[in-house]
């Protein structure tokens, strides 16, 4: 009954027999989905509109739909088929998630940051999870529709409800936590991704920074202590987190292998581990453990969280290539700062004969793109045997770094190459923009 009870509170003009509705069981956008008892609600895009669906929708076994009012009902929609009008139903969306939040009331955990969120999303839905009822983002599902789309998928019982919060412009967190209201929030860094449109790496952090646009004094803000554009006076609680000694929470004697990452905490004598690879993940995982902490779990707990982690797919992901060989999937997306990182935790991982890197495009990087993409090769180590890449940008990688290098204009030609590379001992990883749609070659060369 709490979803029709919701939609009552927020709707007031609805068209349709609504009272014979005695249960919602969820909404969704899609009407290729299974719409069983649920509420469609049709979006708008530049080349889609989702009002076109409805009847499909209702095939799929949709109750109720939202519907702009200015649409006509369609003629084979029956009169009884209740419509709810709104002024605009992108909009309807994001104030029914709100008023459903409302109702379930869960403790609001928000991230952002440049490079690691989704990482770090899973490290606190690992560690929270072991104490309390927890729901988060899945998938990317992290923007103006994706976020309420989430809230709106929590079960009722849900005490801590953790969103990931992405951005490519000005204004845009800002507004997710308007819908969201955020008590505890986590900055990861500060990248370069989307420079294209904030500008600087100074745009990068205020449009970070409005993740605590609706904090109060007793909010808490985790950040990334290392980073001078995130220090500042703020008018609520933090902790500042990394390397250096400066900050809250000072992470020392960090050791790499190839099960994962081990660090310590302000020096002290109790490690904590987490099966991902790298020092930046070290400062992840640190983040998940606080938060841990702030909420009264105790080491113990945490601990066991960090190594029960679900990963989301593509991020460093191991997978069996032919022959013995090994291939890493770190193909979600790249900027300058994560190219780097993870390359130099590639060249770390011991126990391989030969080591390849296949690099693509990173997008977004407008004026900058050519000095980045440059200064990506000029860093690579010489731990690194070979050097493939592909597409438009990418070239600048191969033409600057003194390891054997080949630029490839072909999928084909480059797969060609892979699938000559793949024996025992030898281990490949695959990094570029996910608008280079890496996957099509991993899923090439292992079938």
Known sequence: MLFRQVIEQVFTNIN??????????????????????????????????????????????????????????????EQSFPLILVEDTLTGLQKLATSYLTSIDPKVIAITGSNGKTTTKDLVYAVTRQAFH??????????????????????????????????????????????????????????????????????????????????NKNSLLIYDGDEPLLEGNYPFKTISVGFEAKNNYQITKYDVTNEGTKFNFNHKLESIFVPLFGKHQAKNAAYSWLVGNQLGMNADQIQAGLLNLEKTGMRFEQIAGKNGAVLINDAYNASPTSMRVTIEVFSELQGFDTKILVLGDMLELGDYSSDYHRQVGRNIPDTIDYVYTIGIEAEAISQSTTVQAKHFTSKADLITKLKAHQTEGTIILFKASRG????????????
């Not at 080349?47 to 649409?71: C, M, P, R, T």
């Open 436 to 447: 280079m749609k890496f996957e099509e070659l991993i899923d090439a060369i292992r079938n």
């Open 16 to 77: 349709g027999k609504w009272e014979e509705i005695d249960h919602i069981a969820g909404v969704s956008t899609d009407s290729r989905e299974d719409l069983t008892n649920k509420l469609f609600i049709p979006l708008k895009g530049e080349s889609f509109d989702g009002h076109n669906f409805l009847e499909q929708a209702i095939e799929k076994g949709a109750v109720a739909a939202l519907w702009q009012k200015d649409y006509p009902r369609p003629k084979v929609v």
């Open 134 to 215: 927890t729901h988060c983002t899945k998938g990317n599902f992290n923007n103006h529709i994706g976020l309420p789309l989430t809230i709106l998928s929590m079960p009722p019982q849900t005490e801590l409800l953790i969103l990931e919060m992405g951005m490519n412009h000005f204004g845009e967190i800002e507004q997710l936590t308007k819908i969201a209201q955020p008590e505890l929030a986590i900055i990861t860094n500060i990248g370069e991704s989307h420079i294209e449109h904030l500008g600087s790496r100074a745009g990068i952090a205020q449009a970070k920074l409005e993740i605590t646009s609706n904090m």
